[in-house]
């Protein structure tokens, strides 16, 4: 499995604070069977010359480390940018690996800002495919699962965490992960890990899931084909999505 959302670089954001819990999400995550990783540190505000070099240089370390403590597990560099945050496309951490291809971006959790749309065409003339993180996370996505839709017909993919379709965050989540699932709108899972505790870099319960509900086909696309693809700034060819034909309320209650 190759994990494209992951927070691990100590001491950044509010991922790991030390280099002790960072190898130790290391070493969860190769025990659970993951064999590479995309450092995604939260940029929440403005991704400048110096949070880039810090976000490089943390980086580099992590790798030393890791092979130090013969850790089995490729690592590459990008970022999880928010959408209301200032950043260049051509950072070096801006897109994932440095491909200048794909780049993983989030939502305020309870709100759609208006100009979403215009970010996303803004991308697309840079030939740049955002990815969405955990959009069953997103209060409007949640109650408005055809918003999704729409963003993957505009050129979004969608990363859904292995939490919510294992039922971590909740009932409300659960549901909103699998409606993704039946109408072919999830292109990544990911653990997005934080803490070897509360937040593991455990995605092979999640693997299991999918394999069971929707065919080991979809699993290995979720899981390794299409995250290695967007890592080597490869074109996925993902399965069409599923249109909402008829209006439908979304019920999430507890």
């Known amino acids: 499995?190759?994990?494209?959302?992951?927070?691990?670089?100590?001491?950044?954001?509010?991922?790991?604070?030390?280099?002790?819990?960072?190898?130790?999400?290391?070493?969860?995550?190769?025990?659970?069977?993951?064999?590479g990783a995309v450092c995604t540190s939260h940029?929440?505000?403005?991704?400048?010359?110096?949070?880039?070099?810090?976000?490089?240089?943390?980086?580099?370390?992590?790798?030393?480390?890791?092979?130090?403590?013969?850790?089995?597990?490729?690592?590459?560099?990008?970022?999880?940018?928010?959408?209301?945050?200032?950043?260049?496309?051509?950072?070096?951490?801006?897109?994932?690996?440095?491909?200048?291809?794909?780049?993983?971006?989030?939502?305020?959790?309870g709100d759609f800002p208006n100009n979403t749309h215009e970010q996303v065409f803004q991308l697309n003339l840079e030939k740049i495919i955002p990815i969405l993180a955990h959009p069953e996370r997103n209060m409007h996505i949640m109650h408005h699962p055809e918003t999704a839709y729409e963003m993957v017909n505009r050129g979004v993919l969608m990363q859904v965490n292995g939490g919510s379709i294992t039922g971590v965050f909740g009932k409300r989540v659960k549901k909103a992960a699998e409606i993704l699932m039946d109408h072919h709108l999830v292109h990544f899972i990911g653990s997005d890990c934080h803490s070897a505790a509360s937040r593991p870099m455990i995605l092979s319960k999640a693997y299991q899931d999918v394999q069971k509900r929707w065919g080991s086909e979809r699993a290995k696309n979720l899981f390794h084909?299409?995250?290695?693809?967007?890592?080597?700034?490869?074109t996925i060819h993902a399965d069409p999505p599923v249109s909402f034909n008829k209006r439908k309320k979304w019920w999430f209650g507890k």
């Open 43 to 109: 940029v929440l505000n403005r991704l400048d010359e110096s949070l880039e070099k810090r976000l490089i240089e943390t980086f580099q370390e992590l790798k030393a480390r890791a092979r130090q403590e013969n850790i089995e597990m490729s690592l590459w560099l990008g970022s999880e940018i928010h959408s209301q945050s200032m950043f260049e496309h051509t950072s070096k951490v801006a897109t994932i690996n440095d491909n200048r291809k794909y780049l993983l971006f989030e939502l305020p959790l």
């Open 225 to 234: 084909r299409y995250p290695a693809l967007a890592i080597q700034g490869e």
């Open 1 to 35: 499995m190759i994990d494209i959302h992951t927070h691990l670089l100590p001491d950044i954001d509010d991922g790991p604070r030390s280099w002790k819990e960072s190898l130790a999400l290391l070493k969860q995550g190769a025990k659970d069977g993951i064999r």
